[in-house]
T-cell receptor, first 114, second 114 residues
Framework: DGGITQSPKYLFRKEGQNVTLSCEQN?????MYWYRQDPGQGLRLIYY???????QKGDIAEGYSVSREKKESFPLTVTSAQKNPTAFYLC?????????????FGPGTRLLVL | GDSVTQMEGPVTLSEEAFLTINCTYT??????LFWYVQYPGEGLQLLLK?????DKGSNKGFEATYRKETTSFHLEKGSVQVSDSAVYFC?????????????FGTGTRLTIIP
């Protein structure tokens, strides 16, 4: 079955530590996205990528980094510079960047700070 | 900038009641409009979409009509079930020619009581 997988489901970060969240898709989609969800708020865009080896900052990119070395994979690193990392992180993908294209979401990773 | 305003929650209804969740938007041009649903502990699933004025999106008994004159995309269902309990997000993508990010509302939590 085609879809988006995210791992791990729960992740714990210690003070000063970088952690990496995995996102893989087998939908053959060109575009991939990372969102952050906080309680009582909508989703906010962190980074997005339209094509391999290219990505752009979203609305809240500070303290995060990404890479897009393969079409199927778009890992997100939460660096120690992100002072408030506790949130639910959602990865999404879409076929392309055509207007009105539907984004499909993974199951999410919940990041907690120890 | 683009924005989505959703009905404040939480909303609690009895099974078989009629549901309306209000959504209004502000956007330049002619956005595409979406409703996503999030079940507890999961990612978002596309519920329905509409890409031009007067279009009606429908799925699983839910409907929403793209009203350009009132800039609205209200979600309705004639008879809700316990399994409809979830958080519902209204969202849009505006035609920004290469910046097709989703802008989300804050979500409306729906609880259906048997």
């Amino acid at each position: 079955d085609g879809g988006i997988t995210q791992s791990p489901k729960y992740l714990f970060r210690k003070e000063g530590q970088n952690v990496t969240l995995s996102c893989e898709q087998n939908l053959n989609h060109d575009a991939m996205y990372w969102y952050r969800q906080d309680p009582g708020q909508g989703l906010r865009l962190i980074y997005y990528s339209q094509i391999v080896n290219d990505f752009q900052k979203g609305d809240i990119a500070e303290g995060y980094s990404v890479s897009r070395e393969k079409k199927e994979s778009f890992p997100l690193t939460v660096t120690s510079a992100q002072k408030n990392p506790t949130a639910f992180y959602l990865c999404a993908s879409s076929m392309g960047r055509r207007f009105g294209e539907t984004q499909y979401f993974g199951p999410g990773t919940r990041l907690l700070v120890l | 900038g683009d924005s989505v305003t959703q009905m404040e929650g939480p909303v609690t209804l009895s099974e078989e009641a009629f549901l309306t969740i209000n959504c209004t938007y502000t956007a330049t041009g002619y956005p595409s409009l979406f409703w996503y649903v999030q079940y507890p502990g999961e990612g978002l699933q596309l519920l329905l979409k509409a890409t031009k004025a007067d279009d009606k999106g429908s799925n699983k008994g839910f409907e929403a009509t793209y009203r350009k004159e009132t800039t609205s995309f209200h979600l309705e269902k004639g008879s809700v079930q316990v399994s409809d309990s979830a958080v519902y997000f209204c969202a849009l993508t505006a035609n920004n020619f290469g910046n097709e990010k989703l802008t989300f509302g804050t979500g409306t939590r729906l609880t259906i009581i048997p």
